[in-house]
T-cell receptor, first 108, second 114 residues
Framework: DAKTTQPTSMDCAEGRAANLPCNHS???????VYWYRQIHSQGPQYIIH???NNETNEMASLIITEDRKSSTLILPHATLRDTAVYYC?????????FGTGTRLTIIP | EADIYQTPRYLVIGTGKKITLECSQT?????MYWYQQDPGMELHLIHY???????EKGDLSSESTVSRIRTEHFPLTLESARPSHTSQYLC?????????????FGPGTRLTVL
């Protein structure tokens, strides 16, 4: 069973920043936080991961709270192509456990 | 772009047929995975492999079997397909090196058993 909690759905206006929250209160010290997204039943796509520090790459930023019990994925300038289901996961070994994720809809 | 391929992309087959879903990757990854996903539902891990001659069952029980004779190839077989096997099957791979686990997914095979 997934150990993270995410809102079921969110909307965001095109061009605005999309902030997707995730609670992972049972995360252990050596587990990373991963974010993936799945666009319309395609294979999931890796977005970003982090352990303690905030992270940024060409796709998104990841903000992890100091106690590591929650994180926020930020898409700085959302486009219509960012409409997808976003999965937050904690992982310390080879296996990823996908939950139900957040269905993000970008509104024109 | 990740170089992981799945064939066929779509398959409609009758009950009782034997089928093999193909998955190949050209990235030299040791770890490979099979997930099953019903429409609008979660992905469930059904098989994974650490490398050649290694296969493990995933979190969701499945009647399918897998083999790993070559690093780049991880086929999934159903000996006798049933309507309950209708689903999307997604293959993924990752590099065994490093402390984290970025998985690259193929496009999936959408299986319909009549």
């Amino acid at each position: 069973d997934a150990k993270t909690t995410q809102p079921t759905s969110m909307d965001c206006a095109e061009g605005r920043a999309a902030n997707l929250p995730c609670n992972h209160s049972t995360i252990s010290g050596n587990e990373y936080v991963y974010w993936y997204r799945q666009i319309h039943s395609q294979g999931p796509q890796y977005i970003i991961h982090g352990l303690k520090n905030n992270e940024t790459n060409e796709m998104a930023s990841l903000i992890i709270t100091e106690d590591r019990k929650s994180s926020t994925l930020i898409l700085p300038h959302a486009t219509l192509r960012d409409t997808a289901v976003y999965y937050c996961m904690e992982n310390g070994n080879e296996k990823l456990t996908f939950g139900t994720g957040t269905r993000l809809t970008i509104i024109p | 772009e990740a170089d992981i391929y799945q064939t066929p992309r779509y398959l409609v087959i009758g009950t009782g047929k034997k089928i093999t879903l193909e998955c190949s990757q050209t990235m030299g990854h040791d770890k490979m995975y099979w997930y099953q996903q019903d429409p609008g539902m979660e992905l469930h891990l059904i098989h994974y492999s650490y490398g050649v001659n290694s296969t493990e069952k995933g979190d969701l029980s499945s009647e399918s079997t897998v083999s790993r004779i070559r690093t780049e190839h991880f086929p999934l077989t159903l000996e006798s397909a049933r309507p309950s096997h209708t689903s999307q099957y997604l293959c993924a791979s990752s590099d065994i090196r490093g402390p984290y686990n970025e998985q690259f997914f193929g496009p999936g095979t959408r299986l319909t058993v009549l």
